[in-house]
């Protein structure tokens, strides 16, 4: 029987779900979903769903039920911190009002030492990993896990966030860009007394901004917030929103970008006024076209942010100009777009076609590249691989440095072929592919979650796998050297 891995039973953060092996969605859904990451192949992303708009205010959407508390801040925003007996903020950490009193949050700041980074450390050796190049953060003190595993390429290389036991009643989320710790965050721990849950859906990074996301839940309720601050003053600590929803609604996503604080629903992105939060400037918004599911992801030039969709448009947003739908994938009419996604230098997607193996698979699928900077890259773009059986997967596609990483397949019933991670020179189509077909049964389980980011040197994915000494199924972020994967498979 498979079962959701919960605070209580570890005394740190849940995990977020596996349920779709999208890792943008993961993000979105946070732990009011939880679901057993060892429960085997699992489908692509979930299908496409629009989004309710009405005339309220916040741009006209309710975003499944949650109501914005963050047009001012509550009466308990002078509340001291207080998570229970023995929490308190260590010296020269800073603590953040405005937050529900079970969810009073410190953050560290530069006058006390940085808490220890989690290492990169050589793989294990399993089926899945042999002769790879392949470091996994993770660390060999059994009492810190990392959780919610997060990466991005933003410019300044890659970040992750980790979270980990500081004693007995706390929980630390440590946020590091390669091995140099950015930014952490005490959570008071749950008591035995408490009815209530303060856990941390996901940290995000950026190259100018570091934030948490506290999410209270207890009593049938549900309290989520936003926490930012700038990387260059980590004692500015700004509750940038707060609201309570249903418990079965969706979460929004929140996070950080070089551009600023964003929040978005499936179908709408702005990004945030850090000095105002109120003042929202539109990233992306596709009500017209029934609320087609996407979350920004690709940082792009002149702070703009790109936004894949499920449906294959491909939006640009950037602030004080109107949101640019840069290739629509409608004009396929042959097939549809299944991956998309850009590094400011190069435009690539994923084309599925034929047979639908499942709700998110095709029988075939083709790869295309153009310039980001032609005006319509549709139009334009270059056939790297075509008709391959590995390229008919749904999720996100990830671009950088002259290559391109994405999912080829999910392992879904009557599919022949393995689930795993391709990786794809955009020069000239050579590949290498990253199978995991070990049940997870096995002690020797590994599964592919989905792409994280890329830079010149590593290609950085999500991945399942079961983490000694209790031997349970963890996620985490691992990574491989390019340069020694060997000489790959000729298109």
């Known amino acids: 029987v498979c079962t959701p891995h919960s605070a209580s039973e570890s005394g740190t953060f849940p995990l977020a779900a596996a349920m779709n092996r999208s890792p943008s969605l993961i993000a979105l859904l946070g732990p009011a979903i939880l679901a057993c990451a060892g429960c085997g192949h699992t489908e692509g992303p979930v299908s ?80 899945a990993t042999a002769g790879l190049p392949c470091e996994i953060l993770q660390s060999a003190d059994p009492g810190i896990r990392t959780v919610n595993p997060f990466a991005r390429s933003n410019g300044s290389g890659v970040v992750s966030t980790s979270a980990l036991l500081n004693a007995t009643n706390s929980a630390r989320v440590v946020l590091q860009e390669g091995n140099a710790v950015v930014g ?93 939060p109120s003042v929202r400037y539109s990233l992306y918004n596709a009500t017209s076209y029934g609320g087609d599911i996407g979350l920004p992801r690709d940082e792009l030039p002149n702070g703009a942010l790109g936004t894949a969709t499920a449906r294959g448009l491909y939006w640009v947003g950037q602030k004080g100009a109107p949101p640019l739908l840069k290739v629509d994938g409608r004009r396929y009419t042959d097939g549809k777009i299944m991956s998309i996604g850009s590094d400011g230098t190069d435009i690539a997607w994923s084309r599925g076609f034929g047979l639908s193996l499942g709700t ?22 270059t056939k790297v691989l075509t008709n391959d059986a590995i390229f008919g997967a ?32 955009l020069s000239d189509g050579r590949r290498w592919l990253f199978n995991d077909t070990v049940p997870a049964a096995d002690p020797g389980f590994w599964q592919y979650i989905g792409p994280e980011a890329l830079d010149c040197t590593h ?12 031997n349970v199924i963890e996620y985490a972020i691992v990574r491989f050297k390019i340069a020694d994967l060997g000489p790959g498979i000729a298109p």
């Open 48 to 127: 496409d769903a629009g989004i309710a708009v009405d005339s309220a205010t916040d741009g006209g959407r309710r975003d499944g039920g949650i109501i914005d508390l963050d047009s001012g801040l509550p009466p308990e925003a002078s509340v001291p911190v207080d998570g229970g007996p023995g929490f308190t903020c260590d010296a020269g950490w800073v603590p953040i009002g405005g937050l529900p009193k079970e969810c009073q949050v410190c953050a560290w700041t530069p006058d006390a030492s940085a808490p220890p980074a989690i290492p990169w450390r050589t793989c294990p050796a399993l089926p």
């Open 184 to 276: 952490a965050y005490d959570y008071p721990s749950p008591s035995a007394s408490s009815s209530s849950l303060c856990t941390a859906r996901v940290s995000p990074v950026s190259s100018t901004m570091v934030g948490t996301t506290p999410v209270k839940s207890g009593n049938g309720v549900v309290e989520e917030a936003f926490v930012a601050a700038p990387r260059l003053d980590l004692k500015d600590q700004r509750v940038l929103y707060r609201a309570t929803k249903e418990p079965d609604a969706f979460s929004l996503f929140l996070s950080v970008f070089e551009a600023g604080p964003v929040r978005a629903t499936f179908g709408q992105a702005d990004l945030l006024d850090f000095e105002q």
């Open 360 to 381: 998110h698979e095709r029988e075939h699928g083709d790869l295309w590249k153009a310039s980001f900077n032609d005006p319509d890259p549709f139009a334009h773009a």
């Open 394 to 425: 749904e999720g996100d596609l990830v671009v950088g440095c002259g290559y391109a990483v994405f999912n080829s397949r999910y392992g879904s019933s009557g599919n022949p072929a393995a689930a795993g991670i391709a990786l794809v020179r």
């Open 459 to 470: 290609a950085y994915v999500q991945v399942a796998t079961r983490v000694p000494p209790a």
